[in-house]
């Protein structure tokens, strides 16, 4: 048996902690991020945590709002680094069952950028790879986690098998998951569903940049508006 190749230097990961609480507070999502962040550093991945509360972000669907009567906008340097990943992750709270308002803001920009495309004409996000990462103590990981993962593929991330974790308490109130006796940092199914997560975010970086992402045909915008059908019934044709 050969031995898998566990070295993924070269993959650059981003994670985006949709925490309401603003550093140095201490963020339960944050807790659960190191897990799967630390995988990845041991592996060779370089990897960011940005806290997004603890940025001037504006609201809208434009990658600068600042063109757009906001006088302040931190998101296209956030972008900048967005675009320097093989990974993203976006990870927060469950409030009132649904992702937190940092999550979606989030969520929203990078929908700014969804229709730039790449040199060759594909939509930008194309050949990177999402997961998410939700906690709280109330049910709604799937929700959130459905949410996340539907957005990033519908602008154009690649989601790779069971890419999303997370951890609950007891309902209700009660304790988080950093908070002492909580058991989250414990738990099996937690802690099974974020490796198994990590590694499959790793696995399909690794393949995409190995093989120069997803194959350019049937999916160049730019060739779409030249007039190419790829195969698609042309009814000018008929």
């Given at each position: 048996m050969t031995t898998p190749d566990h070295d993924f230097t070269g993959l650059r990961a981003l994670f985006i902690n949709g925490t309401l609480k603003r550093s140095p507070e201490v963020s339960n999502t944050e807790g659960l991020i190191d897990a799967s962040a630390g995988i990845m550093r041991q592996h060779g991945v370089e990897v960011e945590v940005l806290r997004a509360v603890d940025h001037d972000i504006a609201t809208g669907v434009y990658l600068d709002m600042t063109e757009h009567g906001w006088a302040t906008d931190e998101?296209?340097?956030?972008?900048?680094?967005?675009?320097?990943?093989?990974?993203?992750?976006?990870?927060?709270?469950?409030?009132?069952?649904?992702?937190?308002?940092?999550?979606?803001?989030?969520?929203?920009?990078l929908y700014a950028g969804s229709s730039e495309v790449n040199e060759v004409g594909q939509y930008s996000y194309y050949g990177r790879v999402g997961g998410a990462i939700i906690t709280g103590n109330e049910d709604g990981i799937k929700h959130c986690a459905m949410d996340i993962l539907y957005s990033l593929q519908h602008?154009?991330?690649?989601?790779?098998?069971?890419?999303?974790?997370?951890?609950?308490g007891e309902a209700g109130p009660g304790p988080s998951y950093l908070?002492?006796?909580?058991?989250?940092?414990?738990?099996?199914f937690t802690n099974r569903n974020t490796t198994f997560m990590t590694w499959n975010l790793l696995h399909t970086?690794?393949?995409?940049?190995?093989?120069?992402?997803?194959?350019?045909?049937?999916?160049?915008?730019?060739?779409?508006?030249a007039g190419a059908r790829f195969d698609y019934p042309n009814p000018e044709y008929r």
């Open positions: 998101w296209p340097e956030i972008h900048r680094r967005v675009m320097a990943s093989d990974i993203l992750v976006l990870a927060g709270p469950i409030w009132l069952g649904d992702n937190s308002s940092v999550t979606k803001r989030i969520i929203e920009r602008i154009g991330y690649t989601i790779p098998p069971q890419a999303d974790a997370g951890w609950i908070d002492p006796g909580s058991g989250g940092p414990e738990n099996d970086a690794k393949l995409l940049k190995e093989n120069g992402g997803i194959p350019a045909y049937g999916n160049q915008r730019t060739a779409w508006d």
